[in-house]
């Protein structure tokens, strides 16, 4: 079925990025490259690996292999971030921001304090 062993391939890039969890990377609470996501440097960080690794492939130890697993890994990472960070509606986004930020608990019976709330208070509106 597939003419580039993708299968075989996409077998691969998930053992070596299962090992990125088992390797001295992973050995704090977060990963370095968390952090950097959590202050807002992580697409730059994701994108300009991706160049380094791409640039470095043929170069530094020939052909080799890690280089584009990095490079592959480092795009999946930023697609996590561009377009599979947040698989929850806008309404639950909405629902659990205020919950954390504004009232500290959800009662469907009262509403909500914020005047940024409306929408919520008022969902058909």
Not at 20 to 32: C, F, G, N, V
Not at 56 to 64: A, E, F
């Amino acid at each position: 079925m597939y003419k580039f062993k993708e299968n075989i391939i996409l077998g691969d890039v998930k053992r070596y990025i299962d090992e990125t969890y088992s390797s001295h990377y992973s050995s704090t609470k977060k990963q370095a490259t968390e952090i950097i996501i959590d202050q807002g440097h992580g697409e730059g960080f994701c994108m300009g690996n991706i160049l380094k690794y791409a640039q470095r492939y043929g170069k530094k130890d020939g052909k080799n292999k890690n280089d584009l697993m990095k490079v592959i890994h480092y795009a999946i990472i930023q697609l996590s971030q561009d377009h599979y960070k947040n698989e929850k509606n806008l309404f639950d986004t909405l629902k659990e921001d205020l919950i954390e930020h504004d009232i500290g608990k959800w009662d469907d019976n009262r509403p909500l304090l914020n005047p940024m709330s409306e929408k919520l208070n008022n969902p058909n509106d």
